[in-house]
């Protein structure tokens, strides 16, 4: 499992990287963390001809507030996201499902940007900025843009990012004392989940029911509603399309989306 011959850049800054892209084009690829990029080299389902470091760019790393929003840097990493205090107080589901991304040696290395960027329909932070209702913002040659996570996450690993944009910053509103829940169903500890669900506010996301991290709507149109949390509950699978594997077939997913949807809506965490 080598990848194959690359050259690496170490970005100076957020322009830099973007001048790197523009002049690059396809053959380049920004790394971050490494945690998903590298085992895809090393499998050669990706072959960059150059690796852009914006790992070390601590213009683009840390936690602040704007107005009723939090702002995450895109290459803040999972472990300070799990341990910041003002996103414990403001976002507390954030920080919980930063704390659940696979072991220490991964949340250590890996930033919510390249997660969130990478787009794994079983990854917990793209469930985390869905149920949050955040939004994600995209640097590129024409300037920024913000882009909500409904519409951010388009299919199985794909976004609404161009490949010359970078992904510069995560806002999330500021969410004080709000009840959440989070539910992750796994066979080993630090596992990927089986399937996940995210509920804070009225919002319910859920990680792999289908290509990308879902909304449960007809649970949430029963909540709103007045149904109970049980109510409700029994229509977190209504169209999902979950897939098929040796972890767990179908109709059990669709079973575990029902049952973890009523633990999370009863804002039981873990
Ligand atoms: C063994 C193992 C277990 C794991 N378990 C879990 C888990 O339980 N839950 C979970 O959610 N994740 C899990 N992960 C994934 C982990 O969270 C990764 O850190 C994350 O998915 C990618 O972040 P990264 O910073 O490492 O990104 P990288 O691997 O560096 O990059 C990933 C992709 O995003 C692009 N990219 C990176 N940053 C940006 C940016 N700012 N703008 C635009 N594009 C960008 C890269 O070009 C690349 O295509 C696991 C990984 C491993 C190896």
Redesign the pocket.
């Known amino acids: 499992m080598i990848p194959a011959q690359f050259d690496y850049v170490a970005a100076e800054s957020t322009a830099h990287a973007l001048a790197l892209l523009a002049e690059h084009g396809d053959d380049a ?12 080299m090393k499998l050669r389902l ?1 072959q960059p001809e150059v690796l852009i470091d ?2 070390g760019l601590a213009e ?1 790393a840390g936690v602040s507030t704007d107005g009723g929003e939090l702002v995450v840097g ?2 803040t990493r ?1 472990a300070d996201l799990a341990a910041s205090e003002l996103v414990r107080a403001e976002a507390p589901l954030l920080a919980y499902a930063a704390s ?4 220490p040696q ?1 949340r250590h ?3 919510i ?3 969130l ?2 787009a ?1 329909p ?4 793209p469930m985390a900025l869905v149920a949050l209702g955040g939004s994600v913002e995209l640097q590129g040659p024409g300037g920024s843009r913000t882009v909500s996570a409904d519409d951010f996450f388009q299919g199985f690993f794909e976004t609404a ?1 161009q490949p010359d ?4 910053a995560v806002r999330v509103p500021r969410r004080p004392g709000v009840p959440w829940g989070y539910q992750k169903f796994v066979r080993r500890a ?4 089986i399937v996940g669900v995210a509920a804070v506010d009225g919002r319910i996301a859920l990680a792999n029911m289908g290509p990308k991290p879902l909304r449960a709507m007809a649970a949430e149109a029963a909540l709103a509603g007045g149904a109970s949390a049980a109510e409700a509950a029994r229509h977190a699978a209504d169209g999902t399309s979950p897939g098929d594997d040796m972890h767990a077939d179908r109709e059990y997913r669709r079973h575990l989306a029902r049952v973890l949807t009523r633990r999370a809506l009863e804002h039981e965490t873990g």
């Open positions: 690829k920004l790394l971050a963390g490494g945690h998903s990029l590298l085992p895809m990706a914006i790992g683009l895109a290459t999972h659940q991304v696979g072991d991964i290395r890996g930033t940007g390249g997660s960027s990478h794994d079983a990854a917990d932070l990012m944009e970078l992904l510069t630090n596992d990927w989940a």
